[in-house]
């Protein structure tokens, strides 16, 4: 872990102790959940944060205030400025400096509000609060069913990473991308452009013990089958054989894991 993702750990965390109104995604919750489910062999990097409003927007000024004052006592040792306002197509943007004006890392407000609630994570002795695994790895499938794909390889580790570890079932992932307008496309560019995919895979940098693209590539045609095949079948995923299981007849599949 990089000494700038301790510092923004200590920001989500000082944020969901004192009840700020967003709910942390992305990357460093992507990290938490791997954590959690004992997945520490591959790790990327990251330089942000990401976050969603909880309730109506508020207005520019409030949230301003509301982002300082959830800094607390760390209020001497961090300062936020708005980069940018939210609209309706665009995050609030914020920078964070240190106490002598130097520049470390940007946060990213989106003021759509999460539609599958909010898990407390564990980081040392705190409490974050960040979205479930289905949020995050709906999105994560959605790029690599589009040609996204070639500009976000990173989300290609990602979803690797999820599937070594959590268990999920194709049901939820997909309410989950109905619920945020963002179904899953045709996965054209991942099935029919693999030496794009492979080019952009290995340029892609910051990511420690980064595996080789085959072993990647294999692993995500078995994990993103049923969505390809837009397979209505509900399945759970098991990731210790990285295989998919049909549930039986009259049977409910699990939740994810949460």
Not at 1 to 15: G, P, S, V
Not at 84 to 97: D, H, L, Q, V
Not at 182 to 198: N, V
């Amino acid at each position: 872990m990089t000494e700038k993702e301790k510092q923004m750990y200590e920001i989500l965390a000082k944020f969901s102790s004192l009840e700020a109104p967003v709910i942390f995604k992305g990357a460093l919750i992507a990290k938490l959940i791997l954590q959690e489910n004992g997945f520490e062999g591959l790790s990327r990097v990251t330089q942000d944060m990401d976050a969603n409003w909880e309730g109506e927007p508020p207005a520019i000024p409030e949230l301003i205030d509301t982002v300082n004052n959830a800094l607390g006592d760390l209020k001497d040792k961090y300062i936020a400025k708005m980069v940018r306002p939210y609209s309706e197509n665009k995050t609030a943007g914020f920078y964070f400096y240190d106490g002598v004006g130097n520049r470390l890392f940007e946060m990213d407000i989106n003021m759509n509000q999460v539609t599958t609630g909010f898990k407390n994570y564990l980081y040392g002795d705190s409490i974050i609060k960040g979205v479930h695994v289905d949020d995050i790895l709906s999105d994560k499938i959605s790029v690599l069913s589009s040609d996204k794909i070639f500009r976000r390889a990173k989300d290609v580790v990602d979803v690797y990473a999820f599937s070594r570890c959590v268990q999920v079932n194709t049901k939820s992932l997909v309410d989950s991308a109905k619920q945020k307008g963002s179904d899953f496309g045709t996965f054209h560019a991942f099935i029919h452009r693999k030496d794009e995919l492979q080019h952009a895979y290995n340029k892609l940098k910051r990511v420690e013990n980064k595996p080789d693209f085959s072993k990647i590539n294999s692993q995500l045609e078995a994990f993103l089958q049923p969505f390809i095949n837009k397979d209505p079948t509900p399945k759970v995923w098991n990731a210790d054989l990285s295989i998919w299981r049909a549930t039986r007849a009259g049977e409910n599949p699990p939740t994810s894991q949460r």
